[in-house]
C-alpha cells in the first residue's frame, strides 16, 4: 500500500483530506471546504507545491 489522500465530511457538513502513510497513520490533514471539489482541489495544491516546499522554523 502506498499513501493515499482520504476525503471525509466533518460534523459541521465541511470538506477536509487526510494524508496518509502507507502504514495507515495520519501525516497531514487540510483545512475545511465548502464543497467537495474545492477541497479536491486543495488536494491537487498540495501535491503540486509540496516537492519544492521549504521548510522552516518558527
Known sequence: MS????IYQD???E???R???????I?????GYTSKQACKDGIE?????APSASV???
Open 15 to 17: 470538506y477536509r483530506f
Open 45 to 49: 495544491s498540495v501535491k503540486k507545491n
Open 27 to 31: 501525516i497531514a490533514t487540510g483545512e
Open 3 to 6: 499513501a493515499k489522500f482520504v
Open 56 to 58: 522552516e522554523e518558527e
Open 19 to 25: 494524508l496518509k502513510a502507507a502504514n495507515g497513520e
Open 11 to 13: 460534523a459541521k457538513g
